[in-house]
C-alpha cells in the first residue's frame, strides 16, 4: 500500500478556550476521495484548514510528502485582491497553464473580465473552483463546494471530479453530490473521527448503528458510575489512598459518561407558527412578463403561474437566470408596473408571507443569538401566538444555552442558517419563500428542515439548488428554460429531469392548465373560475360595471369574514373534550366549517375574475 500523500493524527485543537477537536485524524491517499461530515460547530471547517497548513493544531502531527501540492477552496471564497475573474483563476499560473484556467471559465459560462468587486454569490464560487482546478493539485480539500452554484454547474463539477485522479476531502451538505462521488465518509462527532469504509448512501445506517454502541456504553457506564458510588458511601475507608484513587477514577468516568450524553443532542423540535386565515388560491399569475430597464431580453415570458395552498414549489435554473426576480414578482417585493412588465398578478387578501433570503441579510451581526430571536425586548419569543423563553426555542434549533450571549458575527455558517429560519418560522404565516434554504446546513438540521417543511399547514415556494431537498419535497418544480420561459413540472427534480430526457410534453404543464395537486404530484384540470377569466380576456376589451366594481370591494372583506369566521370553528375543534362533552355542538360546528370552506372557495373564483376582467 502506497504511503498517504496527507497524514494528520490524534490533533487537537481549541477555539475560545474550548476544545474543538481531540483526537481527529485524517489521511488522503492518492486519488481517494474521502468526504467529512459532522453537525455545524463541529470543527469540519478547521479540521479542513489545518490539512491546507492554514492553522496550526495545538497537539497531534500532520505530515504531508515533499512536493505534493494542495489546494483548498474556502467556504467563503476572498478575492478582494483580484480586480477581475481572468486575475483570479490565473494567479500563480505559468503562462502555459493559463488556456486550462480559461477553458473552465468558458465552460462554467464566466466571462474573464468580469470585475470580481460585483459577482454574486454563485459568481464568487464558480471563480473560487476555477482557482482552484486550474492549479492542477495533487490534493483538493472542499469545504461546500456546491454553496450558491446552479445545477448545471453542479452536474459539471461532479464530472470533472469524478474523471479526476486527484485526491480530495469534502465538505458538503448535498447529498447527492456525495453519493455521486465519495468514496469513504470521516465522521467528525465530538472532536474525534471515525471513518466509514464505504461510499455516503450507507453513512446514516452506520452513524445509527455508532449512535446505538454508545448509547449501551452510556448504559454500562452508568451502571459502573453508580457501583463505584456505592462503594465511596458505603466501603470501608481505613485504606484511604485506594479511596482517593478510586473518587479520581469516578471522576473520570463522570466525564466520560458527559461526553456519552452530549453525542444525544435532541431532535429538532421546530414548529412554524401558521397563520389561521388561509385562502385556497394565494396567487394568480397571467401572461406575465418581466425586464429590468435597459435589458434586451425577457428574464420571466408569457408566465401563467397558479399558486395553491399546500404547494412546495422548487424554483431552479442557471444563476443569472432570474429566479430571485421571479419570487420578488411574484410575491408582490419587486413591483409588478412599469413599462418592462406586462400581464396580471392577483395575490390573495389573506396571504401572509414570510421571506428567508440566501444571504441572511435579516441578521444584524453585532447582535447576540437571543437578542436576534426576541428583536430586543426580554427572554421571551412568541410562536404559535404562545410565549415561549428565548432558551427554549434556542434548543429547538440545536444552540445552546450558553450560546444565547454569541453574537451573531461569530456564528458558523451554518448556526446562522439555523438563528435566520428560526427567525423566520416564529412568524405568523401561511406562505413561506425560501431562497437556497439548504445553504450552511448540515445534514442532520437539513432532514428536520424537510420533516417541518412537509408538515408545515400553508404553502412553500423555494429557490434550491439541492437535488435531494427538491426530490423529497417538492410537489412540482418551476424550471427556467432559457429565452425568459419558464414551465413546470409534476414531482421533484429528478422526475423533471426524466420528463426533460424523455421529451414527454404531456407529462409537463404549461401552468396552470394543469396542476400538480395538492399535497401530490398528479395534474389537476383549471380551476373554474380561471376558465372564465380566460375566456373574458379573450372576448376582447372588457370594463366591469357599476355593480361589479361594488361587489369586488366587498369581496376583498367578505373574504376577510369567512376566513375569520373558519379560524373561530378551527379553533374550537382544537377542543379534545369537545366531542364528548357536546357531540351535537360538535357536528354543527364540523358542517359551518364545510360550509365556510366551500363559501371561501366560491367567493375566491368570484375575486379572481372580477379581478381579471377589471385588467383586461
Known amino acids: 500500500m502506497a504511503a498517504p500523500l496527507l497524514q494528520m493524527s490524534n490533533l487537537s485543537y481549541t477555539l475560545g478556550g474550548k476544545p474543538l477537536l481531540q483526537d481527529a485524524s485524517l489521511s488522503l491517499e492518492a486519488g481517494e476521495r474521502i468526504c467529512l461530515v459532522g453537525h455545524n460547530g463541529s470543527g469540519k471547517s478547521t479540521l479542513m484548514r489545518l490539512a491546507a497548513g492554514l492553522l496550526a493544531p495545538d497537539g497531534g502531527t500532520r505530515f504531508i510528502q ?4 494542495v489546494r483548498y477552496l474556502a467556504q467563503e471564497p476572498d478575492l478582494a485582491d483580484h480586480a477581475t475573474v481572468g486575475a483570479a483563476v490565473t494567479e500563480g499560473l505559468p503562462p502555459e497553464q493559463h488556456h486550462r484556467a480559461r477553458s473552465y471559465l468558458a465552460e462554467i459560462g464566466l466571462e474573464e473580465g468580469l470585475p470580481t468587486a460585483g459577482l454574486s454569490g454563485g459568481e464568487r ?19 461546500e463546494p456546491t454553496n450558491h452554484i446552479d445545477l448545471e454547474t453542479i452536474a459539471w463539477l461532479e464530472g470533472e471530479l469524478a474523471r479526476s485522479q486527484k485526491a480530495m476531502a469534502i465538505i458538503s451538505h448535498d447529498r447527492r453530490f456525495l453519493e455521486n462521488l465519495c468514496q469513504s465518509v470521516l465522521w467528525l462527532d465530538r472532536g ?18 455508532q449512535l446505538a454502541q454508545d448509547e449501551l456504553a452510556a448504559h454500562k457506564l452508568a451502571r459502573k458510575i453508580a457501583a463505584e458510588e456505592d462503594w465511596l458511601r458505603y466501603g470501608v475507608t481505613a485504606r484511604r489512598k485506594r479511596n482517593v484513587k478510586r473518587l479520581a477514577d469516578l471522576g ?7 461526553e456519552l450524553k452530549s ?30 430597464p435597459g435589458q434586451g431580453e425577457d428574464i420571466i415570458r408569457n408566465l401563467n403561474f397558479r399558486l395553491l395552498k399546500g404547494d412546495r414549489v422548487g424554483v431552479c435554473g442557471p444563476n443569472g437566470a432570474g429566479k430571485s426576480t421571479l419570487l420578488k414578482l411574484l410575491t408582490g417585493r419587486l413591483p409588478a408596473e412599469g413599462p418592462g412588465f406586462a400581464g396580471t398578478i392577483k395575490r390573495s387578501p389573506t396571504m401572509a408571507m414570510v421571506t428567508l433570503d440566501q444571504e441572511r441579510a435579516t441578521l444584524d451581526p453585532s447582535r ?24 427554549g426555542y434556542m434548543k429547538d434549533f440545536l444552540f445552546r444555552p450558553e450560546q444565547a450571549k454569541t453574537p451573531v458575527s461569530s456564528l458558523s455558517g451554518g448556526e446562522r442558517g439555523r438563528l435566520a429560519l428560526a427567525v423566520a418560522l416564529a412568524k405568523p404565516s401561511n406562505l413561506l419563500i425560501l431562497d437556497e434554504p439548504t445553504n450552511d446546513l448540515d445534514l442532520e438540521t437539513l432532514d428536520l428542515l424537510q420533516d417541518l417543511l412537509a408538515d408545515y399547514p400553508g404553502t412553500v415556494l423555494l429557490v434550491s439548488h439541492d437535488r435531494d431537498f427538491l426530490d423529497r419535497l417538492a410537489t412540482s418544480v418551476l424550471a427556467a428554460e432559457g429565452g425568459g420561459l419558464w414551465r413546470e413540472y409534476p414531482g421533484g427534480w429528478s422526475d423533471m429531469k426524466r420528463q426533460q430526457r424523455a421529451g414527454a410534453k404531456a407529462a409537463t404543464r404549461a401552468t396552470p392548465n394543469a ?55 378551527r379553533k374550537a375543534l382544537e377542543d379534545p373534550e369537545l366531542y364528548s362533552a357536546n357531540p351535537k355542538r360538535f357536528e354543527k360546528i364540523t358542517t359551518l366549517l364545510g360550509e365556510l370552506e366551500e363559501k371561501q372557495s366560491a367567493q375566491e373564483e368570484r375575486w379572481l375574475e372580477l379581478e381579471m376582467l377589471k385588467e383586461s
Request: glycine share 10%.
Open 263 to 292: 453525542a444525544k443532542r435532541g431532535s429538532l423540535a421546530m414548529e412554524a407558527s401558521s397563520a389561521d386565515n388561509t385562502s385556497r388560491i394565494l396567487l394568480d399569475a397571467q401572461d406575465v412578463s418581466f425586464r429590468y
Open 66 to 69: 515533499p512536493g505534493v501540492k
Open 192 to 209: 474525534r473521527t471515525r471513518k466509514l469504509e464505504a461510499g455516503f448512501a450507507q453513512f446514516e445506517a452506520w452513524r445509527d448503528e
Open 252 to 258: 473520570n468516568l463522570r466525564a466520560a459518561q458527559q
Open 515 to 569: 396542476q400538480a395537486s395538492q399535497g401530490g404530484r398528479g395534474a389537476k384540470a383549471p380551476a373554474p373560475g380561471h376558465a372564465k377569466a380566460d375566456q373574458i380576456k379573450g372576448e376582447g376589451p372588457a370594463k366591469l360595471g357599476y355593480a361589479q366594481r361594488l361587489e369586488l370591494e366587498g369581496l376583498s372583506k367578505a373574504l376577510e369574514k369567512t376566513a375569520k369566521d373558519i379560524a373561530v370553528c
Open 368 to 391: 447576540s443569538v437571543a437578542e436576534t430571536l426576541t428583536d430586543g425586548s426580554g427572554d421571551m419569543v412568541t410562536v404559535g401566538g404562545l410565549k415561549r423563553h428565548v432558551i
Open 125 to 143: 464560487r464558480k471563480t473560487a473552483l476555477v482557482q482552484a482546478l486550474a492549479a492542477d493539485p495533487d490534493i483538493l480539500l472542499l469545504d
